[in-house]
């Protein structure tokens, strides 16, 4: 620990005096004796003054060491106790404060946990009584967060100022498609509570169809809205539809109230819909149909022409003969070209059929309940894989398995069938097996070249065109030993991120991440970014796992994981986490310490890749971080090499932790988390230690505000005064 400036002070001042005291008594002894004996004493002092110096400094170091001790028991001691009672007012729930001090502050210390485990008590008892008087609010919430969840329509909220305050699952995985590095941000620097949708959208075209709507509640509309089409950054084709949020007050009385007011919107709801690829089949279409119309006209003109002279009587048979030609040359280049026209379109209608991630045992539940209805016949069920997910058109298998399931039944009078799906290598394997006569290879290539028809229902499509348009193949196998004979389908698989992504689509626990109706309060910043509160800004939580500690000597980021506070909530499914290949060897003395291996980078982006999407994750934030200087350190040495500068402001919780307590003993992140009781889970991997610091900062910032602290400017002044801030890299 190092001293307290209080201290050194004191003791310097006891040096002080007592070399005053003994050089006065000197003076004072030396006033009283004859020359002769001033003499003697001094020929006697002189050669000793050197253990009269020695024997000062041991008497003024035993009164050190006593006032230290005396100070650390009896005014740092009530301190840390201020401190600590200070850390109980603004923790949600009292911990043991394991006070160290006399009898009396320990006492002292017993009585106050005592009080705050009895305030925790009646906060408890308060919280159980809000949560049953608002249950009936919170069922209305919970059902708009399940519908906004398992919407399949890209859904985005947002305020007047831009800043999304509620998105659902479809939206997130819509972004990510339109993210410049989906396998790094993952859409995550695009969509988020807080983040502007000026990041993907023009503002001046949000602004029109804000105006536009605007009018139409100006003339009475009822349901105003606003629709247009826009290109992202991605390239990609988005349309977007807009209907504003009203307040009640103003909702109710739209219809009253003819001329309307700009205050009546509160913000505006966006539906996403890309239709890149729609545009692009319908862009080929119009080329198929222009160069069909064009061709068929000079060719419909060389038959005109071919027909008005074969019409004359004296044309001699050589010339009938040509002008015959020309017009079965040109009807059968027409002939070509409608064909062509025609398996284009087939291609096109195949091309439009939508894949989607679904579990492989919901697509088997779905066949064998088709089977079963329309065919008659018993269908079980066997090895399935629980975790096997699928990418497919479900709807379209379906009817391929039920028509071959229903020309097995009408042809060979097939009695009872089974659906078994398993893994094979990167693809899935699905088969319809049944007992019982086999076919030749010729009724299996008609089968599965005719159009499937359903009784009076029919479709163009074929099982081949089913099967080609999952990229799969399919064929018949037969096993005599049994007697048994299958339709074998190999089909593709979801990719692990799908079905990762499908999975959370399922999981409602995730939905009360997505939104914060608070921010509808927020309005356009009118102060710098310096003189904001410190709680309505944004955050960006970040830590770094390195290879070292000397950045400036070549040592480079192995890992970084971020997270971000919006609104004073820890948004823990907006998060930022990758690894990174340094582009060297990772000492193996620190692979202890943080657990990453050289093996576990190998193959993952450069840092040059990956900091320009954690850029984008952290724009418009304030950035947080523990020890901040040795995390922005790396990012400062990377600059030259991505043309990035972090000109974020930056907050360091150490630093602040110091200010809050400078009486305590130690500043580290495991230290203030016991301080504050918090959790401590994935200590040393970059996102859970950007966790731990987030829930440090929400511990401080009421403590800071207490103080006095209110706004970025004070609280980056105050951190500057601290000691540790002395502190380089």
Known sequence: MRLDRRLVQAIAVIGIATVMWLLLTIVLIASTLEPEQREVIGEQLLPRLALIGVTWVAGLFSIGATLRWLFRRYATAPARLLEQTRVLLAAPKAAPMQHQGTTETQALAEAIFQLASQRDSLREDMALQIGQASASIQQEKNRLAALMSELTQSVVVCNLDGRIILYNNRARLQFKALS???????????????????????????????????????????????????????????????????????????????????????????????????????????????????????????????ADMLGYPDLDAEMRERFLTVIREEVARMGTRISDMTQKAAEGLKARWPLEEMLGADVLLAVQRRIEVRSKRDVSLENIDPGLWLKVDSFSLTQALDYLAMRLVDEFGIKFFRLRLQAAGNRAQLDLIWTGQAMSTETVMSWEMDSMRFGAESTPLTVRDVVERHGGEMWFER???????????????????????????????SRPEYYDFDLFQSTSESNALEDRLLSELAYTVFDTETTGLRPSEGDQIIQIGATRIVNGRLLRQESFEQLVNPGRLIPAVTIPIHGITQ?????????????????????????????????????????????????????????????????????????????????????????????VTAEVWLRLLPLLQAMGITTLRQAREAAQKTYYARLSY
């Open 180 to 306: 410049q590095s989906p396998g790094l941000a993952g859409g995550a620097e695009l969509v988020g509570i807080g983040r502007s949708i000026y990041a993907v959208f023009d503002r001046q075209l949000v602004a029109h169809a804000l105006e536009s709507i605007q009018q139409r509640i100006g003339r009475g509309a009822g349901s105003p809205s606003a629709q247009f089409v826009t290109t992202t950054q991605a390239g990609q084709l988005l349309k977007v539809q807009m209907a504003p949020v009203r307040n009640a007050d103003a909702a109710g009385n739209a219809a009253g109230n003819a001329a309307g007011s700009a205050t009546e919107i509160t913000g505006f709801v966006l539906m996403l819909d890309n239709v890149t690829r729609a545009f692009e089949e319908e862009h080929l279409r119009d080329q198929l149909l222009h160069g069909l119309t064009e061709g068929s006209r000079s060719a419909l003109a060389s038959i005109q022409a071919a």
């Open 479 to 509: 096993e005599r030993v049994r007697h048994e004979a299958m339709f074998r389908f190999l089909l593709p698989l979801a990719s692990m991120q799908e079905q990762i992504e499908a999975a959370q689509i399922l999981q409602n626990e």
């Open 599 to 691: 093996e576990m980078v190998m193959g993952k982006p450069p840092i040059t890749e990956v900091l320009p999407a954690f850029y984008r994750f952290a724009q418009d934030t304030v950035l947080v971080a523990h020890n901040a200087a040795f995390d922005m350190k790396f990012l400062q040495v990377q600059e030259p090499h991505t043309g990035l500068v972090f000109s974020h402001p930056v907050l360091d919780t150490l630093l602040l932790s110091a200010v809050v307590h400078p009486n305590q003993e130690s500043h580290r992140l495991e230290a203030i988390a016991e301080r504050f009781n918090i959790t401590v889970l994935g200590r040393h991997t970059a996102l859970g230690d950007a966790f």
